[in-house]
């Protein structure tokens, strides 16, 4: 009961769109614009740097509380983890399509991995700013953290095995986008420029 009650608990805070939320106050609908996607990077390449990190930020948080939240009653908190980033990907309020999960991932890694979480966050801003193309720094960084937190050792075994199935469920997710920068057809983003 407690491994059921850990993953709705975090597929409930997953579910919650809160970047589609900024956009439709500042008039826009995520859906209907850019990739179509409801994430963060489909939010700053509209309304810019600013609301990029909010919703970045938000996101993340969707990973990070219920980790911390059900750590506090002793549940296993790689399940809640798990539940808030397919929430995210598999949106059940828009049909089963959401974001590409890396900023809820990014919460959980802080929650479960903290160092890991760091090296591989250098690793996507190395490949963001090298290329500007941020599908490439998201594949980077799920490729980097599961690698990493093996090598240090950072967490129980049944965490590394959760973060790397989480880390091939997010390059699952961006296939459309690995087909594009294979073609050299993936857009780069400034996401310090609004369009």
């Known amino acids: ?67 911390l939240l059900v750590k506090g009653f002793y549940y296993p908190a790689a399940l809640a983890g798990a539940g808030a980033i397919l929430g995210h990907i598999f949106n059940p309020l828009f049909r089963f399509q959401g974001g590409k999960g890396v900023s809820t991932t990014i919460g959980v890694a802080i929650g479960l991995m903290p160092k890991s979480f760091v090296i591989s966050l250098a690793a996507w801003i190395i490949v963001y700013l090298a290329t500007y193309i941020i599908a490439l720094a998201s594949i980077s960084f799920a490729i980097v953290l599961p690698v990493i937190t093996t090598i240090l050792g950072e967490a129980e075994l049944i965490d590394r095995i959760f973060i790397l199935i989480m880390a091939l469920l997010i390059i699952y997710a961006h296939r459309s986008n690995i087909k594009r920068i294979i073609k050299k057809e993936e857009p780069r983003t400034v996401l310090w420029r609004k369009k």
């Open 1 to 67: 009961m407690h491994y059921i009650i850990a993953f709705i608990i975090g597929f409930g805070f997953g579910i919650i769109p809160f970047s589609y939320i900024l956009a439709r106050i500042k008039g826009i609908n995520l859906k209907e614009v850019g990739s179509g996607n409801i994430g963060a990077t489909n939010l700053g390449r509209f309304l810019g740097l600013p609301f990029f990190i909010l919703g970045f930020v938000l996101d993340g948080l969707k990973g990070l509380v219920p980790v």
